[in-house]
């Protein structure tokens, strides 16, 4: 199974902060690379597909870039319903395998 | 607007069993891969089970294997997941998952909406 591994596991942040998520697979997924956000008790949102294209209804301040092995989830100023969990998820062999997740929190 | 409402989840004990169904409306079911993807309580997302869209392959996690059974009814459409010899560590937030693509194993494919999920509880 290909691992993909989160970093941070969590962090802080203020509004209007730049926030980087960093999603790297175990091997190399070319840019089948999912984002998920999920919110406390909510169930998880797709957010961006294929490494960087942003999912109808989703605000332009989130983006997403890589391919491989690396992969990042930017929001550009951070808003108060940012505040949330967020997953990656490789769809390029079975099973798809998701990251642990990087809850961002309010400094 | 796709609609996905889980139903039969509870608190069964240890080596007892449950069916979870999901009754999908606003897209042509039949089309698209469905997969079940549970979470246990604060904890990340696991895929336990998919099902393609005609329903002649599937897909288990090696934890469920032998197990759960998945299904789905093209006519009623609906997606289910038999769950047999429950064990603790099945408890968890059970969430049924529609895919972009009707193979969930077509690369391209992305879990693109998914109901509010129905709990699972397993006590020994």
């Known amino acids: 199974d290909i691992q993909m591994t989160q970093s941070p596991s969590s962090l802080s942040a203020s509004v209007g902060d730049r926030v980087t998520i960093t999603c790297r697979a175990s091997r190399s997924i070319s840019s089948y690379l999912h984002w998920y956000q999920q919110k406390p008790g909510k169930a998880p949102k797709l957010l961006i597909y294929?490494?960087?294209n942003l999912q109808s209804g989703v605000p332009s301040r989130f983006s997403g870039s890589g391919s491989g092995t690396d992969f990042t989830l930017t929001i550009s100023s951070l808003q108060p319903e940012d505040f949330a969990t967020y997953y990656c998820?490789?769809?390029?062999?079975?099973?798809?395998?998701f990251g642990r997740g990087t809850k961002v929190e309010i400094k | 607007e796709v609609q996905l409402l889980e139903s039969g989840g509870g608190l069964v004990q240890t080596g007892g069993s449950l069916r979870l169904s999901c009754a999908a409306s606003g897209f042509t079911y039949y089309m698209y891969a469905m997969s079940w993807v549970r979470q246990a309580p604060g904890k990340g997302l696991e895929l336990v089970s998919s099902i393609s869209a005609v329903g002649d392959r599937t897909f288990y996690a090696d934890s469920v294997m032998g197990r759960f059974t998945v299904s789905r009814d093209r006519s009623k459409s609906t997606l289910s997941l038999q769950m047999n010899s429950l064990r603790v560590e099945d408890t968890a937030i059970y969430y049924c998952?529609?895919?972009?693509?009707?193979?969930?194993?077509?690369?391209?494919?992305?879990?693109?909406?998914w109901g509010q999920g129905t709990l699972v509880t397993v006590s020994s």
């Open positions: 294929t490494s960087s």
């Open positions: 998952v529609k895919d972009s693509r009707d193979s969930f194993s077509d690369i391209r494919g992305k879990f693109d909406s």
């Open positions: 998820q490789q769809s390029y062999s079975i099973p798809r395998t």
